[in-house]
């Protein structure tokens, strides 16, 4: 499966932007996806991750109740919203998808397929 993500960009703190993963190649309803993050200099880490359904999804502490991830399968994309945001979610934003079974869906080693990455800015 390739990802493409995408919808990143600059923004005054408090304000909203939408990500968007499209997906082509293989049926994408079998994969679950994750969003990561990498400021500069940090490692990438975890931002949230939905199941092939969309039915169960887990955020990271620091973007709980500010970001929403969704799926819209007929379209092959998943989202995240990210609202409430803040200079410290400035990073470059990646999506991942996999389909083998894990609980450590947080983890970067639990997925195989990666966008490009989409960088956003937020000013204080």
């Known amino acids: 499966v390739q990802l493409q993500a995408s919808g990143g960009g600059l923004v005054q703190a408090g304000g909203s932007l939408r990500l968007s993963c499209a997906a082509s190649?293989?049926?994408?309803?079998?994969?679950?996806v994750g969003w990561f993050r990498q400021a500069p200099g940090k490692e990438r880490e975890f931002v949230s991750a939905?199941?092939?359904?969309?039915?169960?999804?887990l955020y990271a502490a620091s973007v709980k109740g500010r970001f929403t991830i969704s799926r819209d399968n007929a379209k092959n994309t998943v989202y995240l919203q990210m609202n409430s945001l803040k200079p410290e979610d400035t990073a470059v934003y990646y999506c991942?998808?996999?389909?083998?079974?894990?609980?450590?869906?947080?983890?970067?080693?639990?997925?195989?397929?990666w966008g490009q990455g989409t960088q956003v800015t937020v000013s204080s």
């Open positions: 991942a998808a996999d389909r083998r079974p894990t609980p450590a869906v947080f983890a970067l080693g639990a997925y195989d397929y």
């Open positions: 190649g293989r049926a994408f309803t079998n994969y679950r």
């Open positions: 939905v199941s092939w359904s969309g039915i169960d999804t």
